[in-house]
């Protein structure tokens, strides 16, 4: 799982198509809040999404993926866009 705490949003059920090479993909769902009336008493929703993984680099004695691209592949979150790009940190 991906958890981004400040978003009200995370990503599960992700099948991995590839892992290993210099990219990774996957199907899965994003679990987001609709914030509606606001974030503290939102509904949390499942929006279908295509994961990369991608721009391999060394962190410490092994290596990791430092790109995380979510593609949503029907209806969006409110206040997301159609692909959203992520940095991920060692």
């Known amino acids: ?16 198509s590839s ?3 210099s990219s ?3 199907r899965g769902h994003s679990i987001a809040n609709d914030c509606k009336p606001s974030c503290i008493i939102g509904t949390f ?4 999404v ?9 962190c410490g004695k092994h290596k990791e993926y430092s790109k995380l691209t979510i593609t949503y592949t029907r209806a969006l979150p ?5 692909t959203e790009v992520n940095r991920l940190r060692c």
Do not use: I
């Not at 958890?3 to 009200?8: G, I, K, M």
């Open 78 to 82: 409110p206040g997301f866009h159609r």
């Open 1 to 16: 799982m991906y958890y981004c705490a400040d978003r009200n949003f995370r990503l599960t059920q992700l099948v991995w």
């Open 50 to 58: 295509k994961v990369k993984a991608s721009a391999v680099k060394s």
């Open 45 to 48: 929703r499942s929006f279908p």
């Open 24 to 26: 990774a993909a996957a």
């Open 19 to 21: 892992w290993g090479g």
